[in-house]
């Protein structure tokens, strides 16, 4: 079921009305119906693979158990061990078998042997990843005793498959999410209407910036010989807002949702394009999956601890496997390295850390020197993206060929005026509102004067309305 | 939480209540500003989709008016033609482009489907009235409804474009047949039996109806097509011709389907390019003439 589609504007309020008018107060009955309610929403695509849900639901539920119980550190090793084989197994095979059956088969050819081996027609479960994370932080976090397993199988199960964020993030820990589901929850008007905000800001984001972008960017991308570098320049730019309002568009709705349930999921997006570096923008940008990797792998790896070449080699680690978390494509993995190249300097001069508060904090507008720094930041995304939307390699390689040439400087082949203005109008909206949690965030207006606050929605909905692009697939549905 | 699901009527309501203003609002003062009149020579307003769109080059015939677009359904054309001759009276002749495919079932898609509604709804929206937005609206009414909020903004920009954003001739300039003929070659005739699109008949009804009611002539065109293309539809053409003689009886129907016409004048199977369009513009003239539709003298 899609966020931005007409059955899940029935499925929620369904949802939202029994949940607080029907079985308020049982909190047994409230998690249960948020259990049927997220395998409903995650069955709408294709209910067989609801089974893979369930089984590393049990897994990681029994495994959990089983790793609290045990006192001998070689056995909870292996029960981990064994959560992490299948966990990975299953993300392994439906995500990447055909691509590891490839290149060795490239590999064997280049050696002279030929390997029999088919591709599969697999079909990727959507969300998989997601959710295979979301697990894996369950079993390491009680291995490391940092979490009580749950003993109840209904919480565990609602908590893997909580539908707002199920397929595409936020990923979250279980230390944050699972307690949730053990407290009681009480209607909070303030971060109910918060979340319905959210909700708004974030089908603006998906409905207008990303779906508008998507239609510009698909068709620059797929026919990017015939087209000059202004034009690509454009393709690369819209692409940029694209990914930016698909994703960080479905994380606002995830949370927004959540909210309307009672739940606070993490942050995933802190307007990342306003960074001045790149080690600022990856604490920006789907910061889950950032803090995922930097807990559960670059500091068990040793962190920047060590010597520098640890440091360099732990950075690679983290980026390229992000990237490779993306899909299994090289242009990922190239993505990954290219952004370990970025922010290998700063990690160096340690100056990783500098920019931890808010871009012009207190200003209107930034120092000349910051703009500097955020347009170079963004430069560098956006020639990264280029990797991330092309079909492969040489496909980046020609587009960015094609983009640094004379022709960058002529008049453009395409130029849709009223996108770029929805863009302009989009990322002056948060930059104006770059402190807060979300861009429809409003403090102090809550307080004084309605008429102004609803004005804003509607003419939001009226943008959405009238600007929506025609529907498309969440882009990190495929990951 | 009681506060929060009245806040949230509320809310609805007023949003509800905002949008329906902005829409009426929008819609009538579109429909007050829009330069409907035409010059007054106008005799003859060409209505139909692509096919008539890509076929006649009105600036060669001064008393014809182009005013056909690309996937309008019959629905549309019949909002077009009432607002047209309402407001210019000297309009005598009504040319509607009529193809073997006009009656088929997935024309029905053209009125109905979301991809044509988003467009086609605020394209046309200025000349609505409540009757043709309920109709429309039992027809699709999640896609109606979607749709509608659009039409505000685009119910002023129809007014600052005027006439070439209901239609006009199409210079077409691609050369696709090529690929066309390739891509065609071996595809089964349609079934004698195919379903026919009950939407197109009612409003092609409704056109002639209104066309018998306002003494004007209703002259039915199918413009060249190619061979291949001829062929596909071979065998429906006795049914496009029974359904004009026994619906429409009054109606002239032009049939130059399969005019002989050579490659270089089309752009695909079914498209004029606009060398195409010189020439059959020339041909059409003279009909039109022979027939006494216009007068040579104005």
């Known amino acids: 079921m899609l966020f931005n589609s007409l059955d899940f504007a029935i499925f929620l309020p369904i949802v939202f009305i029994l949940y607080w008018f029907v079985f308020q107060g049982n909190l047994r009955l409230q998690n249960l119906l948020l259990l049927a309610a997220s395998y409903i929403f995650y069955g709408w695509w294709d209910w067989r693979f609801l089974s893979l849900i369930v089984f590393s639901t049990l897994v990681d539920f029994g495994i959990g158990l089983a790793i609290s119980s045990e006192k001998s550190d070689t056995r909870r090793k292996t029960l981990l061990g064994i959560s992490i084989i299948v966990n990975l197994g299953f993300l392994g095979f439906f995500k990447y078998y055909n691509f590891f059956l490839e290149n060795f088969r490239s590999a064997f050819s280049i050696a002279g042997y030929e390997l029999n081996a088919n591709s599969l027609n697999i079909i990727l479960p959507v969300g998989i990843s997601f959710y295979t994370f979301q697990t894996l932080s369950y079993t390491i976090d009680i291995y490391r005793r940092q979490l009580t397993p749950t003993k109840n199988l209904v919480d565990f199960a609602a908590f893997v498959s909580f539908f707002p964020q199920l397929v595409a993030g936020p990923i979250e820990r279980a230390t944050n999410l699972l307690p949730q589901f053990y407290t009681k929850r009480k209607f909070n008007y303030p971060l109910a209407v918060d979340g319905m905000r959210q909700i708004l800001w974030g089908l603006f984001k998906k409905v207008v910036i990303a779906d508008n972008c998507a239609e510009y960017a698909n068709l620059i991308f797929n026919n990017s010989e015939i087209y000059g570098g202004s034009t690509l320049f454009l393709g690369a730019l819209f692409f940029t807002f694209q990914i930016y309002g698909d994703f960080s568009g479905y994380s606002d709705i995830a949370i927004g949702t959540a909210r309307l349930f009672g739940f606070d999921l993490m942050r995933n997006f802190a307007y990342p394009y306003f960074s001045r570096d790149i080690a600022e923008f990856w604490r920006r940008w789907h910061i889950s999956l950032s803090t995922w990797f930097r807990d559960y792998l670059y500091i068990p790896l040793g962190g920047s601890r060590g010597g520098t070449w640890m440091k360099v080699r732990n950075t690679f680690i983290i980026f390229i496997i992000s990237g490779f978390w993306h899909g299994a494509n090289w242009t990922f993995i190239f993505w990954g390295a290219l952004n370990a190249v970025y922010f290998l300097p700063l990690l160096l001069t340690n100056q990783n850390r500098n920019h931890l508060d808010a871009t012009a904090e207190g200003r209107l507008f930034p120092t000349f020197s910051e703009f500097l720094k955020i347009t170079l930041t963004f430069s560098l995304t956006v020639l990264a993206w280029i990797f991330f939307r092309a079909e492969h390699l040489s496909h980046a390689f020609r587009y960015i060929g094609g983009l640094l040439s004379a022709s960058l400087v002529e008049k453009p082949a395409i130029l849709p005026w009223p996108t770029l203005l929805l ?21 102090r207006l809550s307080r004084t004067n309605r008429s102004i606050r609803w004005s804003i929605y509607i003419g939001i909905i009226l943008l959405i309305g009238t600007f929506g692009g025609s529907q498309q697939q969440f882009i990190y549905f495929q990951f | 939480m009681k506060s929060f699901i009245s806040n949230c009527l509320i809310f609805s309501i007023v949003l509800l209540g905002s949008l329906s203003l902005l829409t009426i609002a929008s819609n009538y003062i579109g429909h007050l500003l829009f330069p409907f009149e035409l010059p007054k020579h106008t005799r003859t307003v060409i209505l139909g989709n692509s096919h008539p769109e890509c076929a006649i080059n009105d600036d060669e015939i001064p008393t014809v008016v182009n005013l056909a677009q690309s996937g309008t359904a019959y629905y549309y054309d019949y909002l077009k033609l009432r607002e047209l001759t309402a407001r210019n009276p000297q309009i005598r002749n009504v040319i509607l482009g009529y193809s073997y495919h006009d009656l088929e079932k997935n024309m029905d898609d053209w009125l109905v489907g979301e991809s044509k509604l988003k467009y086609k709804l605020r394209n046309h929206f200025l000349l609505f009235n409540f009757q043709d937005y309920f109709e429309l609206l039992q027809f699709n009414p999640w896609g109606v409804i979607k749709f509608t909020p659009q039409t505000i903004f685009y119910n002023i920009n129809a007014v600052l474009k005027g006439y070439s954003y ?37 409003y092609l009804k409704r056109i002639y109806e209104y066309c018998e009611r306002n003494n004007l002539n209703l002259i039915l065109l199918h413009t060249p097509i190619h061979p291949i293309e001829a062929e596909y539809y071979s065998p429906v053409k006795d049914y496009y011709k029974i359904f004009a003689e026994n619906e429409l009886p009054e109606a002239i129907l032009i049939n130059h389907a399969e005019l002989d016409f050579p490659e270089k004048f089309f752009a695909d199977l079914d498209h004029l390019n606009y060398k195409g369009a010189r020439r059959y513009t020339e041909i059409i003239d003279n009909s039109l003439r022979s027939l006494g539709v216009i007068n040579p003298h104005l």
Do not use: C, D, M, T
Not at chain 1, 427 to 442: C, D, G, N
Not at chain 2, 176 to 200: F, T, V
């Open chain 1, 423 to 443: 863009i302009g109008f989009f990322v002056l909206f948060e930059w104006s509102q770059r402190s807060k949690a979300h861009a429809l965030e409003f403090n």
């Open chain 2, 166 to 202: 209901l239609g006009g001739y199409k210079h077409l300039e691609r050369v696709k047949l090529e690929e066309a003929i390739k891509y065609n070659k071996g595809r089964p005739a349609l079934s004698e039996n195919s379903s026919k699109s009950e939407y197109q008949k009612i």
